[in-house]
């Protein structure tokens, strides 16, 4: 019988970016809230803390898994996060289009992801333009330029399955285009 | 792990913070820092650890102060207390580490002074000084984070009423008969273990999800046929087909684009007697009269422009008023500025490429198109991350994913509409990236097909 393969992809982005949401709209099973089950394992016992986390799964076959990890908004900790990225395939960075500043939240996430994006992939989804058209997706693609990085941005509805499926689409071909699909 | 601290665990008590900041520096504790940070019951403490920004805090540092015991202090605005290090919201690994090791030596010093002096200690100059390197790097850090929600960027510093509360302490004798001893904490609950839901046996319930098949395959591929033509590929740059754009509304919605982006106003754009379209740039929206997907759409685009055919011109605002209330109560039919142009480029190409492009060139595309709101065609994505990371001429790409040449001289066209390339050849090795690794391409293929299968499992 052969081995597991499990992969990860990250989630990340301040709160009310749509990570929960997304990962709710790709993933086979619902997703799960760690702290909540965390808390329910260790009721009979010693009380036990986590970091909440979103959790969701997409099975390839019996022996291919692709977990789908959604990092806490609120309270940013990159040592967790290291933690968090290890294997993992790429980032999915998800920012909210009516944020005060969103440009601020790129500059933060980026910076505490440094490492994993230089090594794999970020691939940036602008939520809640409907809403908030500015800025737009050229201000977006300029900053990020000015950053130094480069990465697909792209206008999501994190409720659609098509456009959270288009950023996980664009993040395995920019790390392997030669992929058939 | 990180290292081992030179005088093992700081024993550290924590006071007035959050349950979520306590989970969170508990997991850090168990985990990568445990060999620097072992939480005691405080009256075991070498030093405290409080949150600044928990209701709280100031009490509890008041109380302790006569301790002659060190502190860390987490909050988001530069705190500077007497005998206290700051780490500024949000918490890394390294400022952990660090604090970890200057708060060894600030508590021996402490315990040494404390021996000589009957008031609260306040740092003296040297130490102050020796501290500023670390609070400006702080303060750097600081700047480069966003503001939490709440808490304006103008928002006084909260921790200068703080400062003069503890700086103006009562003798050690008054405060003994004033304030009442401190309670000890209760012992933190340290987790042994990370809770990873990809390792632990827990109930997942499954998801239902329907198969997406608003669009049959026949009708995807009659689009497709329609946005990049039919041609067969070529075998020498001679017998690329090209079109002239000057020919074309393509032309028209160019020009319309270049003044609306330029000037910041809403341009229109005359398709005939009684169909126009709205650039806004403003909004980044485009609003069309006439359904883009539709039949009269790509007659319009594909035949050849009649002289006065189209016209445009920046709206007054009476004009312009009334041209958006229409639009507004016909939403459906706003789309996205650049799926306008990136639309209208493709129905007018149809997979050749424009007149007087340098076929051999290699350019980079520089900016990914937005590909979750334009129109879709075979092989769009694969082409983008392939022109993306390496400076490539349209018929290298279409040669390099082994696909139809069509596809790439379509977003060529489109592409370049929206000046997503990098045509400066001075710019372009800067742009290389490595070349990507194949380790994982059966994964990646069998991911894809499973995304992109909808339902299946």
């Keep these: 019988m052969s081995s597991m393969i499990n992969r990860k992809i990250i989630f990340t982005g301040p709160v009310g970016a749509g990570k929960t949401t997304a990962i709710a709209a790709i993933s086979d099973i619902k997703p799960v809230a760690t702290d909540e089950y965390a808390s329910d394992m260790t009721k009979s016992r010693k009380p036990q803390t986590t970091v909440a986390m979103d959790y969701g799964l997409i099975r390839l076959s019996e022996n291919e898994r692709v977990h789908l990890y959604g990092t806490p908004g609120q309270e940013r900790f990159d040592f967790m996060w290291d933690i968090l990225t290890k294997g993992g395939i790429g980032l999915i960075l998800l920012l909210d289009n009516t944020r005060k500043d969103p440009f601020q939240d790129i500059r933060f996430y980026t910076n505490a992801f440094r490492d994993f994006i230089e090594k794999q992939q970020m691939v940036v989804g602008v939520t809640r333009m409907d809403l908030h058209r500015k800025p737009g997706l050229v201000e977006y693609r300029r900053y990020l330029e000015s950053l130094s990085l480069q990465a697909p941005v792209f206008e999501v509805d994190a409720r659609s399955h098509k456009d959270v499926t288009m950023l996980i689409q664009a993040l395995l071909f920019s790390l392997d285009p030669g992929v058939i699909n | 792990m990180l290292k081992h601290s030179k005088t093992g665990p700081l024993k550290v008590a924590l006071l007035a913070i959050s349950p979520h900041n306590r989970a969170i520096l508990e997991f850090f504790f168990s985990g990568a820092g445990r060999n620097l940070f072992r939480v005691v019951p405080e009256a075991e403490a070498d030093a405290f650890i409080l949150d600044h920004d928990h209701p709280d805090a100031k009490e509890d540092w008041q109380q302790r102060a006569a301790l002659h015991k060190p502190g860390i202090i987490l909050s988001v605005h530069p705190a500077e207390l007497p005998n206290c290090i700051w780490i500024p919201k949000p918490l890394t690994s390294r400022a952990l580490t660090d604090a970890a090791d200057r708060v060894h030596e600030l508590a021996a010093s402490l315990e040494s002074e404390s021996h000589k002096a009957q008031r609260p200690l306040v740092n003296s100059a040297a130490e102050v000084a020796s501290e500023k390197p670390l609070v400006q790097h702080a303060e750097a850090h600081f700047r480069d984070l966003p503001q939490p929600f709440g808490i304006p960027a103008h928002a006084e510093r909260s921790d200068r009423k703080f400062r003069s509360l503890v700086i103006n302490l009562p003798d050690e004798e008054d405060m003994a008969e004033d304030v009442p001893p401190p309670m000890p904490a209760p012992v933190a609950d340290i987790p042994t273990r990370v809770f990873d839901p990809a390792e632990a ?56 684009m270049r003044v609306a982006k330029e000037s910041q106003q809403t341009v229109y754009l ?50 312009l008023e ?136």
């Design chain 2, 201 to 256: 046996d827990i109930p997942l319930e499954e998801v239902d999800r329907p198969i997406d098949d608003s669009f049959s395959q026949e009708e995807a591929e009659s689009r497709w046929k329609a946005l990049c033509g039919e041609q067969d590929d070529v075998q020498s740059v001679a017998e690329v087909a090209l079109f002239t754009p000057e020919n074309y509304l393509l032309s028209t919605v160019l020009e319309a």
């Design chain 2, 270 to 319: 005359k398709l005939s007697a009684k169909d126009y379209a709205l650039l806004m740039p403003q909004q980044g929206l485009a609003y069309c009269t006439l359904d883009t997907r539709s039949e009269e759409f790509r007659i319009l685009c594909n035949n050849p422009v009649q002289t006065g055919q189209f016209a445009l011109h920046i709206p007054n605002s009476a004009e």
């Design chain 2, 322 to 457: 009334r041209l958006e209330q229409q639009a507004s109560h016909d939403a459906d039919a706003l789309l996205d500025l650049e799926a306008f142009v990136w639309v209208g480029s493709l129905l007018t190409a149809r997979g050749r490429l424009g007149r007087g492009v340098e076929i051999e060139q290699k350019i980079s595309l520089k900016y990914w198109p937005n590909l979750t709101r334009l129109e879709q065609f075979p092989h769009i994505m694969r082409i983008a991350a392939l022109w993306n990371q390496r400076p490539a001429s349209a018929l290298d790409i279409a040669s390099a994913l082994a696909i139809p040449q069509r596809y790439v001289f379509a977003f060529h066209t489109a592409a370049n509409a929206l000046n997503l390339f990098e045509m400066d050849q001075n710019k372009l090795k800067s742009r290389e990236k490595e070349k990507p690794k194949q380790e994982n391409r059966g994964f990646f293929s069998r991911f894809l097909k499973r995304l992109l299968g909808g339902g299946t499992k």
